[in-house]
């Protein structure tokens, strides 16, 4: 791209409009509860 080159601003409706939920963020519960029954067993 020559060195004076401006790309355009531009803003998508569809991203604006979105609401992703992001699945693998979230813990499951029985994760949690085996982690803490271990991790107290071995206290």
Known sequence: ???N???KDFHTRALQQS???????ND???RI???????S???
Do not use: F, G, I, M
Not at 33 to 39: D, E, M, N, P, V
């Open 1 to 3: 791209a020559p060195s």
């Open 5 to 7: 080159y401006e790309c």
């Open 19 to 25: 609401k992703v939920q992001l699945s693998w963020d």
């Open 28 to 30: 499951e519960p029985e």
């Open 33 to 39: 509860k085996s982690l803490r029954q271990k991790l």
């Open 41 to 43: 067993q071995k206290q």
